[in-house]
C-alpha cells in the first residue's frame, strides 16, 4: 500500500522485485495463523517525502499491518526499489 502519493499527481510505475511480493514469516497463535491470508498482512509505504525518479525503500517491522495477536519472525527482502512518476 502507497501512502503519500495521492492528489500530488504521482504514481508507483514501476517495482523491484516485480510484482511487488516479499516474504513474511510470522509467528503467533495457531488458531489465528491459519485463519490468515495475504490480505491480513499488508505492507504501507510511506511515500509521501519521495518525488519522481528512483527510489530505494528499506523495509522495517513497523511497515507491515497485522493482526494483534500476530509477531513477525522474519521477512525477505529488506530493501526494494520502487520508481515514482507523473500520472
Not at 499527481?9 to 489465528?32: A, D, E, F, K, R
Amino acid at each position: 500500500l502507497y501512502n503519500g502519493l495521492e492528489g500530488r499527481g504521482l504514481t508507483v510505475s514501476s517495482t523491484s522485485p516485480s510484482p511487488l511480493s516479499i516474504q513474511v514469516v510470522l509467528s503467533g497463535p495457531i488458531s489465528v495463523l491459519s485463519a490468515l491470508s495475504p490480505d491480513n498482512v499488508v505492507l504501507n509505504l510511506d511515500l509521501y517525502d519521495k518525488g519522481v525518479g528512483d527510489h530505494q525503500i528499506e523495509i522495517k517491522k513497523s511497515m507491515f499491518s497485522i493482526p494483534n495477536s500476530v509477531v513477525i519472525s522474519s521477512f525477505l527482502p529488506s530493501h526494494i526499489s520502487i520508481t515514482i512518476s507523473e500520472i
